[in-house]
């Protein structure tokens, strides 16, 4: 009877150890894939931080893509460019330095997209972000797209306002001259000048009038031998230096548009007065005595 008791306590010992070596083998179990999940667990918290971090670098990229005045290349670097309107060139170079930023971002988001697919991290908020910054590459690359356009069409609208400018100044060049040329024109006057002989000989003035060849006025004949005449400008000149002891004015300038001054005993000069009035007879005329 003790010997069957003592053997039942014997298996409920041995039962007992079995049930705790199993038991115990199971916690060591559970505690090293409690730590395996642990550390997992805390691998992928800080996959998930370094993402969200690249995540928000790459926005601040994005952002810092400006389709304004001042560009800005990506990943946060600063190009401060003066691009004045009127070049082509240095907006076109504006606008090389946006795309390649944004490609530059591009880049990051595929390299980043793939790691994290590799790394089998498949958090829907992170895919959700990633989604986010593609649509946002998406909306610049449009608008970059429209930049080029607004260039292009814009160059072709200066090209032509260009070709109407120089049209236009051609044709002012051409009207200035042609209202210089015909003001030249208009202030030029001929003038003549000799002894009574030498303007009867070559034509310029007759004798009329007198009783028997005595008494004749010397009158302009009203013919005139261009050769025989030298040009005046009267808005560049206004005396006419007469080499005569004493000279006359035979041609109808009026007398209040001029003056004859003697400088010296072989030497007058006639300045004109008022070239409107003086000019309005072209051809001057003048008796050297």
Do not use: C, W
Request: aromatic share 4%; hydrophobic share 40%; proline share 2%.
């Amino acid at each position: 009877m003790r010997r069957t008791g003592v053997i039942a306590l014997g298996l409920v010992g041995v039962l007992f150890l079995a049930g705790t070596a199993v038991f115990y083998s199971k916690y060591r179990q559970s505690k090293s894939d409690y730590q395996q999940l642990t550390a997992q667990e805390e691998e992928t918290r800080n996959r998930y931080g370094q993402a969200i971090n690249e995540i928000s670098t790459i926005q601040d990229s994005l952002n810092a893509i400006v389709l304004g005045e001042t560009p800005l290349a990506a990943g946060g670097q600063q190009a401060e460019v003066q691009v004045p309107p009127t070049s082509r060139e240095q907006v076109l170079g504006r606008i090389a330095t946006l795309k390649a930023g944004l490609e530059r971002t591009k880049v990051r988001i595929e390299e980043l997209d793939s790691r994290l697919k590799e790394e089998g991290i498949r958090i829907a908020g992170l895919r959700r972000m990633i989604g986010g910054l593609k649509n946002t590459v998406a909306t610049k690359e449009e608008q970059i797209a429209m930049l080029n356009t607004q260039v292009d069409s814009l160059h072709t609208q200066v090209a032509g306002l260009s070709a109407d400018v120089e049209t236009k100044q051609q044709e002012i060049t051409t009207q200035q001259q042609e209202i210089t040329d015909k003001q030249h024109e208009l202030a030029t006057i001929f003038y003549t000048m000799g002894k009574k002989k030498e303007l009867v000989k070559s034509g310029v003035v007759v004798a009329q009038g007198g009783v028997l060849g005595v008494g004749k006025t010397l009158k302009p004949s009203g013919q005139v031998n261009e050769s025989a005449f030298t040009a005046l400008d009267t808005d560049q000149e206004t005396v006419i230096r007469i080499p005569a002891g004493k000279a006359q004015v035979l041609s109808p300038q009026p007398v209040s548009s001029y003056s004859l001054t003697a400088i010296g005993k072989d030497m007058v000069e006639l300045h004109i007065l008022d070239a409107k009035e003086f000019r309005k007879v072209r051809h001057l005329v003048i008796l050297m005595t």
